[in-house]
């Protein structure tokens, strides 16, 4: 096998303006959303993204450099898509003791000031009442204000009316009554929060632009994307639907063993089992076999059918496997791009000693670090971004972001979900 990294930078060194030039026409067809974030996993063989968020967190594990990139865009979208906006009002998750996700927040607060705007948060957790006054790890204090209705604009109890609002949280239990048909954009809407998302649409969509991607410069697209089957409705705990995961499973064990027997690969083939909705790293679990499902024990079906703010799993997604080949302080690793506008502005590793090449590294144990470039000076921040392999996970990010950008959810056609 040739290391996906070494074609993907082969064909960047003799094709890279007609790289350009394809994402050029893509974002013409639909532009990608203010921000988002891509895990990727690199087997060495392959280079696939397993998931997809447009409120990430983690800000504050980008380099020095990338928040300087990370600025600059956001300056460029504001200005090119939001041409008035000076006032941005950031509403965050309900996430206030944890400290990691303060750091992020006081981090993204700092990328709008330096990208020349006014910043103020508005908490949907102090509807009424006092502002919820809150402190980051590295000494920011963050006051998150009471959100109030004027009509239909959208204001805080302190008076700041916001030209644009950015959403850092991913709506998992549904969008708030408060934020219905106000007049300033949100971004990303709140109609692309988990509560109505899918990853099997996202997916489907990557593939659609993969496979042209890969017809365009004669790579196969298996080995720029995970394999997956999108299961109807199940229930764990009642083990309802177990025999139609078990199918699904199956499907796409078979289809990765031709592929690995295509390619010469001598790995087991595996799966993962996600929510087809969330994140946090919750409702997953790593199957070999289809019988698997079936000798679940309690305690394991508990922990698939409730995800985050005790959200009930009713529909999953069964995703190809890809060991991650990287390391961190010997520790498996996974790369995790960031965009703005659907551009590439930084990244970090997600690393865990708790788990394995093949594990779930969003877990407990996990840990993070820069990416490439956390050296490097502020003057010149484009320095040496390409001594490392940021723009070949940037390709298969920037693609993810574009088809973040076209999924449907107000009218889906089940036959668009892709099974396998």
């Known amino acids: ?189 709140p109609g692309m929060g988990w509560h109505r998302r899918r990853k099997s649409v996202h997916f489907a969509e990557y593939r659609a632009l993969v496979d042209d991607f890969c017809a365009c410069f004669k790579l196969d697209p298996w080995l720029l994307s995970a394999e997956f089957y999108q299961c109807g409705f199940i229930e764990f705990k009642e083990r309802t639907g177990l025999d139609a995961l078990a199918k699904g499973i199956e499907k796409v064990l078979t289809k990765v063993k031709e592929k690995y027997a295509e390619y010469g690969i001598k790995d087991e083939p595996y799966v993962f089992v996600k929510a087809d909705s969330g994140t946090y790293g919750m409702g997953i679990m790593t199957i070999r076999s289809p019988e698997e499902v079936f000798e679940m024990n309690k305690k394991e079906r508990n922990k698939m059918q409730v995800i985050k703010e005790g959200t009930q799993v009713s529909e999953v997604i069964i995703q190809e496997g890809v060991p991650t080949l990287d390391l961190v302080q010997g520790k498996p690793a996974e790369p995790m791009i960031y965009l703005i506008d659907g551009i590439p502005v930084g990244g970090m590793f997600r690393f865990n000693g708790e788990r394995d090449a093949y594990g779930n590294l969003n877990a407990s144990g996990m840990e993070f670090t820069g990416m490439c470039d956390e050296m490097e000076s502020l003057a010149d921040p484009w320095k040496k971004i390409d001594a490392c392999n940021f723009r070949s996970f940037g390709i298969l990010a920037a693609i993810a972001a574009l088809a973040c950008a076209r999924e449907d959810y107000d009218s889906v056609n089940p036959a668009k979900i892709a099974n396998g």
Not at 92 to 121: D, I
Not at 135 to 141: K, N
Request: glycine share 6%.
């Open 1 to 189: 096998m040739t290391d996906i990294l070494q074609l993907l930078k082969k064909l960047e060194e003799e094709q890279s303006s007609e790289i350009e030039q394809w994402f050029s026409q893509q974002r013409g067809a639909g532009h990608p959303f203010i921000y988002s974030s891509v895990d990727l996993r690199h087997s060495g063989y392959k280079l696939a993204p397993v998931d997809t968020n447009l409120y990430p967190a983690g800000f504050n594990n980008l380099s020095p450099a990338a928040r300087v990139r990370a600025s600059r865009f956001l300056q460029q979208f504001l200005e090119e898509r939001h041409g008035s906006a000076k006032k941005v009002l950031i509403i965050p998750e309900n996430h206030t003791r944890n400290l990691s996700y303060l750091e992020n927040l006081a981090t993204l607060m700092t990328l709008f000031e330096n990208a020349g705007a006014e910043v103020q948060l508005g908490s949907l957790a102090a509807l009424t009442g006092e502002p919820i006054v809150l402190v980051s790890p590295s000494g920011r204090e963050l006051i998150e204000h009471p959100l109030k209705r004027d009509g239909a604009t959208l204001k805080l109890e302190n008076g700041f009316t916001p030209d644009v609002v950015v959403l850092n949280n991913d709506m998992t239990a549904g969008s708030p009554e408060i934020l219905a048909g106000i007049t300033q954009p949100l971004l990303p809407p």
